[in-house]
């Protein structure tokens, strides 16, 4: 009923760039809140990042400051910009969005595939 489509993971340097992007399809009457997760080996997932259909954003601490998280309501697209990264920041980053399901009009949990993001020298 709902897919969400992920791109733009990869390798960086410590200190670089990259984006994320998930765009939403499917029979959705709304989006929210729509953000990031990420989940490193050994470790349990965490939020990176998320946002409102309002647009109020809320930030894992460990990422304040670096990363930005953007959507556009009309497109069904979360962006995460991320800047100065570290090593920790390496892990398997899923878009996940809590949608309006058109038809039986009830709340429910999607996630993406995962886009890997590995941070190395």
């Known amino acids: 009923q709902v897919q969400l489509v992920e791109s733009g993971g990869g390798l960086v340097q410590p200190g670089g760039s990259l984006r994320l992007s998930c765009a939403a399809s499917?029979?959705?009457?709304?989006?929210?809140?729509m953000g990031w997760y990420r989940q490193a080996p050994g470790k349990q997932r965490e939020l990176v990042a998320d946002i409102t259909s309002g647009g109020s954003t809320n930030y894992a601490d460990s990422v304040k400051g670096r990363f930005t998280i953007s959507r556009d309501n009309a497109q069904k697209t979360v962006n995460l910009q991320m800047s100065s990264l570290k090593p920790e920041d390496t892990a398997v980053y899923y878009c996940?969005?809590?949608?309006?399901?058109?038809?039986?009009?009830?709340?429910?949990?999607?996630w993406g595939q995962g886009t890997q993001v590995t941070v190395s020298s």
């Open positions: 996940h969005a809590k949608v309006l399901v058109l038809g039986p009009f009830s709340w429910s949990d999607y």
């Open positions: 499917g029979k959705i009457g709304s989006i929210n809140p």
